[in-house]
């Protein structure tokens, strides 16, 4: 994993840090409980698996009535026997079926382990729109008390006869729309907020604080290696790689049904026969040959869900190509634009204050005071938006690339 050297300072959440969110969303994500259980259900196959070839205790019992040799009616024959037995077919598909059953398994824990990545880059997600939500809930609450400054300042100027009436209409109007974004960010917060708590298994009440928190960020890494790695490490491709070991052991396993079935049992035998008691040692053999085998459509059969296992690693290969370029592209383009969005705010700042000054001094309208407002009021929505997805994608790239 590539080590983080940048710090991004930027308001996080004070009872619930990055890594804790990650944590906490993993142990609940479904996806990563159902992915565990399967890992819980291929080492219960696998058990299976390795104790087929065992040789088993056989018993038996038979009672049936036999004629008396001194013709004077019938008399029982009966027998006990108890012996080991076992079937050939299963010592010579035990070790096939062992490689497949540990492929499977082994499939199971690389799935576990994409799951795990997938609930972490969820649980980012879900943090960074909280954090964003809160800043854009705060913004909105700055520009409805700007906009209550600006139609204070337009009443007290139309008092004195310095600006028309008008001027105190157009900021009742500023200060309805900057309300009206402020009802949607505050629902938007709330939205954002419960999602993550829910997602956590926290109380929502617990998310009210915020404090300075210092965000790693990491290099970028040279795509191409990154690629290269992601390729030779992400959970998806080894659990498709075991997923193709699994079905070449059943085109192995099926290509041995083919072999005629035998069973050998041996043991010993106490009973009575025809009246008289016997009592020794025993032996079956049972061969079982079919005049139409099976063999030759299961291996067709096995041989076609490893082409697609092959032709889903070829896909999965594909989408991991894309999915790192496009990630470490995206890092690129919002580090330029949360430096463009800073830039933008400052100047947009500075153009208010401007505005604010000439307006009081009777240089400027309420038109270009509201104007320069609901600009700098979007630039700085932009600068946090910016800001909060570059840290986000940093984030994501810590997750997807190995």
Do not use: C, W
Not at 84 to 110: K, Y
Not at 144 to 164: F, H, T
Not at 245 to 273: C, N
Not at 392 to 400: H, N, W
């Amino acid at each position: 994993m590539i080590l983080p050297v940048l710090i991004a300072a930027i308001p996080a959440f004070a009872a619930l840090s990055l890594s804790d969110a990650e944590t906490r969303a993993t142990a609940n994500n479904v996806d990563v409980k159902t992915a565990l259980t399967t890992v819980q259900q291929r080492e219960a196959s696998l058990h299976v698996a390795r104790i087929t070839g065992v040789p088993h205790l056989a018993g038996d019992y038979a009672l049936s009535p036999q004629a008396n040799a001194a013709n004077t009616g019938t008399v029982e024959q009966h027998f006990f026997s108890v012996g080991v037995g076992v079937t050939i077919n299963d010592l010579i598909a035990s070790s096939t079926a062992v490689r497949a059953a540990a492929a499977e398994l082994l499939a199971a824990q690389r799935n576990a382990d994409a799951a795990t990545l997938a609930a972490r880059q969820n649980a980012a997600k879900l943090y960074f729109a909280a954090l964003q939500a809160v800043a854009i809930e705060g913004l909105r609450a700055d520009a409805v008390a700007g906009a209550q400054r600006d139609r204070a300042a337009a009443e007290l100027r139309a008092r004195s006869g310095e600006a028309p009436h008008l001027d105190v209409v157009r900021a009742d109007v500023t200060l309805a729309q900057a309300r009206a974004d402020f009802a949607r960010a505050q629902a938007g917060k709330a939205d954002a907020v419960d999602a993550l708590a829910s997602a956590t298994s926290i109380s929502p009440a617990t998310l009210a604080t915020l404090t300075p928190s210092a965000i790693p960020t990491l290099p970028l890494p040279d795509q191409e290696r990154a690629i290269a790695r992601a390729l030779a490490l992400r959970p998806e491709v080894a659990a498709l790689l075991a997923t193709m070991d699994a079905r070449e052991a059943d085109v192995a396993g099926a290509r041995r049904t083919a072999i005629p079935t035998a069973t050998i049992q041996g043991g010993y035998q106490s009973g009575v026969d025809t009246g008289i008691p016997v009592r020794g040692p025993q032996a079956t053999a049972h061969l079982d040959v079919p005049f139409a085998s099976p063999s030759g459509a299961q291996v067709a059969s096995a041989r076609a869900q490893v082409d697609a296992a092959r032709a889903q690693l070829a896909e999965e290969r594909r989408v991991l190509t894309l999915e790192i370029a496009s990630a470490i592209r995206d890092a690129r383009a919002n580090d330029a634009a949360a430096v463009a969005a800073e830039r933008g705010r400052d100047e947009a700042r500075r153009a208010l204050e401007a505005v604010e000054i000439g307006y009081r001094e009777g240089a400027s309208s309420s038109l270009d005071v509201a104007d320069a407002r609901r600009t700098y009021v979007q630039a700085s929505a932009d600068a946090l938006v910016a800001e909060y997805q570059r840290a986000l994608a940093y984030a994501v790239l810590e997750v997807i690339v190995p």
